[in-house]
């Protein structure tokens, strides 16, 4: 598991801002450091990536270097995962995209939910690089349920999970049901409450990015 802010950048500064409440009416400035968490994220992951040799023509010779062989296919979790892709395709700019429409389901008398699943579409991912975009990973169980619907596309050669925050308690539940996936995070948080949402956390990022939802 890799967590953004064990080591101190600038990103620190877009984690702290998209989770103050002061700051959170502008929409414009929640999305815009959301996506800059996908840059800085989808940066980490490319120091994992293959790379092939590369002669560049400049205008005074010739650059040999390595370029970028991996195409991923990016994954962004409805509504709320939209800007963290963006991030990501602004770095990742000839990546493939797979969509998936997944929300929390009505709450029951114990307090816990079902995840619903109304909407995916895919490329094949046989064999190819994957990367999940959730925003707020707090219980697992919504990414659980889109990583086991994309293996019907195919087989990934490997998997990232990119969350700007996650709960302590999701982490686990990735690392023990997916063992397979690796975790990417901006920040990891203790605590979840009755709710299931993240503390701190930052609140509904979905609603946060484009408006409250009825």
């Known amino acids: 598991m890799f967590i953004l802010t064990e080591t101190s950048s600038i ?3 877009f984690l702290a801002d998209i989770r103050d409440v002061n700051l959170q009416t502008d929409r414009l400035k929640f999305r815009k450091n ?15 990536m293959s790379y ?21 296919i990016l ?5 709320a995962g939209l800007p963290l892709h963006q991030g990501m395709l602004n770095f990742f700019d000839q990546a493939d995209s797979a969509f998936i429409g997944a929300y929390r389901g009505s709450h029951n008398a114990k307090d816990d939910f079902d995840i619903e699943m109304e909407y995916i579409t895919s490329p094949d991912i046989q064999g190819r690089t994957l990367v999940i975009c959730d925003p707020m990973i707090a219980t697992g169980k919504s ?9 019907r596309y195919g087989i990934p050669k490997r998997t990232y999970i990119v969350g700007a925050i ?3 308690r999701g982490a686990r ?11 990417y995070l901006g920040d990891l ?17 979905g609603d946060l990015s484009f408006g409250d939802k009825t």
């Open 173 to 183: 539940f990735v690392q023990a049901r997916m063992p397979e996936c690796r975790l």
């Open 75 to 79: 994954v962004p979790i409805l509504r």
């Open 11 to 13: 990103a620190n500064n």
């Open 189 to 205: 948080d203790a605590d979840l409450n009755s709710k299931s949402y993240i503390i701190p956390g930052l609140g509904d990022a």
């Open 34 to 48: 959301m996506e800059r968490l996908g840059e800085v994220l989808a940066y980490e992951i490319s120091r994992n």
């Open 143 to 151: 990414i659980e349920k889109a990583y086991h619907a994309l293996l």
């Open 166 to 168: 996650a709960s302590a």
């Open 52 to 72: 092939s040799p590369k002669e560049v023509q400049t205008p005074l010779g010739i650059k040999e270097t390595r370029t970028l062989q991996d195409r991923p």
